[in-house]
């Protein structure tokens, strides 16, 4: 039996899906949802295949297995409704310590509680790959990033220092928003198109 849990333990959220996004936009997101993945479980393949992602390179396959993994929040290798419409609240509602506190799990690969220079340059630049020319290089985005952040210079940021290092620094906040901005998998999904797998 799968285990049950609710938006406020997936997600960090303070109130739950219902409180946030109303019944009828719940339906209308399932009966999307459904109408992309008739068995309710949307696979890693799947998910590649709804955003067109398959043929990346392997850097920018990597970050795409991250998001899947990140949203699949109990591990099992599929994302049901549940865990995708926690995605969605989040990435629709979600309050600004909410998104920070998933994009540093998104950047913690390894998930042992602080990101390394490593890891982070690893991801964006899996992010360049997939959104492009951004306006500096991932190696110039991930010094900067340590240069503002990284309080005591021990070269990792923990949760602490990641979400008071962005809160404090207005450009550092929206050049971490926009670069990590999912609202196009939002489109894709939205605009019901469907792709033969």
Same mark, same amino acid.
């Given at each position: 039996?799968?285990?049950?849990?609710?938006?406020?333990?997936?997600?960090?959220? /303070?109130?739950?899906?219902?409180?946030?996004?109303?019944?009828?936009?719940?339906?209308?997101?399932?009966?999307?949802?459904?109408?992309?993945?008739?068995?309710? $479980?949307?696979?890693?393949? #799947?998910?590649?295949? %709804?955003? @067109?992602?398959? !043929?990346? &390179?392997? $850097?920018?396959?990597?970050? +795409?297995? $991250?998001?899947? &993994?990140?949203?699949?929040?109990?591990?099992?290798?599929?994302?049901?409704?549940?865990?995708?419409?926690?995605?969605? &609240?989040?990435?629709?509602?979600?309050?600004?310590?909410?998104?920070?506190?998933?994009?540093?799990?998104?950047?913690?690969?390894? !998930? &042992?509680?602080?990101?390394?220079?490593? #890891?982070?340059?690893?991801?964006?630049?899996?992010?360049?790959?997939?959104?492009?020319n951004q306006s500096m290089?991932?190696?110039?985005?991930?010094?900067?990033?340590?240069?503002?952040?990284?309080?005591?210079?021990? !070269?990792?940021?923990?949760?602490?220092?990641?979400?008071?290092?962005? #809160?404090?620094?207005?450009?550092? %906040?929206? %050049?971490?928003?926009?670069?990590? @901005? %999912?609202?196009? +998998?939002?489109? +894709?999904? $939205?605009? /019901?198109?469907?792709?033969?797998?």
């Amino acid at each position: 039996m799968k285990k049950r849990y609710s938006l406020c333990d997936t997600m960090g959220a /303070g109130a739950s899906a219902a409180d946030d996004i109303n019944a009828p936009e719940i339906h209308q997101w399932y009966t999307k949802f459904m109408r992309e993945c008739p068995s309710g $479980q949307l696979s890693l393949y #799947e998910f590649k295949t %709804l955003l @067109d992602l398959h !043929g990346l &390179n392997p $850097q920018a396959d990597t970050y +795409v297995d $991250q998001v899947f &993994n990140t949203f699949d929040l109990n591990k099992d290798g599929f994302i049901d409704f549940l865990e995708f419409i926690a995605a969605i &609240n989040l990435v629709i509602r979600g309050k600004i310590d909410q998104k920070l506190k998933w994009y540093f799990k998104l950047y913690d690969a390894d !998930g &042992n509680g602080s990101i390394d220079k490593k #890891e982070l340059l690893s991801i964006f630049t899996a992010i360049q790959a997939i959104n492009g020319n951004q306006s500096m290089t991932p190696e110039e985005f991930t010094n900067m990033v340590f240069q503002k952040i990284d309080v005591n210079n021990d !070269g990792e940021l923990t949760l602490e220092e990641f979400i008071n290092g962005v #809160e404090s620094d207005a450009s550092l %906040l929206e %050049l971490i928003s926009k670069s990590f @901005d %999912l609202s196009n +998998v939002l489109k +894709v999904i $939205q605009s /019901g198109r469907r792709h033969s797998i």
